[in-house]
T-cell receptor, first 117, second 112 residues
Framework: AQSVAQPEDQVNVAEGNPLTVKCTYS??????LFWYVQYPNRGLQFLLK??????LVKGSYGFEAEFNKSQTSFHLKKPSALVSDSALYFC???????????????FGRGTQLTVWP | KAGVTQTPRYLIKTRGQQVTLSCSPI?????VSWYQQTPGQGLQFLFE???????NKGNFPGRFSGRQFSNSRSEMNVSTLELGDSALYLC???????????FGEGSRLTVL
């Protein structure tokens, strides 16, 4: 079975400090991994993805994520947080080896990031 | 290029009624998926369509149905609405070349 865990419901950081939003996954094969962000009353916006290659993936708005196969993790990071980064963040996975269809992702429960001034 | 467009953005229905939600994918995207988002259950997959065929379906009752038209536009229908159907319904389109989903702003359904 495919699943994603985001162990922290909330993450609070001060503006200018580095931030990390954690994600671990479970798939039977090799994963495609994604991060999305959601602002209030809006849809999900794509941040970045890991398909293959370099384990450090750079995405939109200065975010990056590191794929760690041995720890089955894909943590989202940013060196210097902004107040405008405050939002709900979702990690998602698709198992490439199961012939999964394109449109079905398995999402974590989300992590509310609050960046205070 | 225009993004994924969902209509209506907000709607209020009463129990027992039915509702139809519409989704226009990004031009050139042939895969359309639907998700339900609630505070309690999070993001749950409803179904996926590709070239007018349902390719995948989540664990929802038969009251939830969908279809896709030849221009890739999609609709989902919920019949005999229940209070628990109140949710944000998100549509996403995708293409094999990039792999990620592009989401619309959602349709927020309130069932009274």
């Amino acid at each position: 079975a495919q699943s994603v865990a985001q162990p922290e419901d909330q993450v609070n950081v001060a503006e200018g400090n580095p931030l990390t939003v954690k994600c671990t996954y479970s798939v039977s094969g090799n994963p495609y991994l994604f991060w999305y962000v959601q602002y209030p009353n809006r849809g999900l916006q794509f941040l970045l993805k890991y398909i293959t290659g370099d384990n450090l993936v750079k995405g939109s708005y200065g975010f990056e994520a590191e794929f760690n196969k041995s720890q089955t993790s894909f943590h989202l990071k940013k060196p210097s947080a902004l107040v405008s980064d405050s939002a709900l963040y979702f990690c998602a996975v698709r198992d490439r080896n199961r012939g999964s269809t394109l449109g079905r992702l398995y999402f974590g429960r989300g992590t509310q990031l609050t960046v205070w001034p | 290029k225009a993004g994924v467009t969902q209509t209506p953005r907000y709607l209020i229905k009463t129990r027992g009624q039915q509702v139809t939600l519409s989704c226009s994918p990004i031009s050139g995207h042939r895969s359309v998926s639907w998700y339900q988002q609630t505070p309690g259950q999070g993001l749950q997959f409803l179904f996926e369509y590709f070239s007018e065929t349902q390719r995948n379906k989540g664990n929802f009752p038969g009251r939830f149905s969908g279809r896709q038209f030849s221009n890739s536009r999609s609709e989902m229908n919920v019949s005999t609405l229940e209070l628990g159907d109140s949710a944000l319904y998100l549509c996403a389109s995708s293409t094999q070349e990039t792999g990620e989903l592009f989401f619309g702003e959602g349709s927020r359904l309130t069932v009274l």
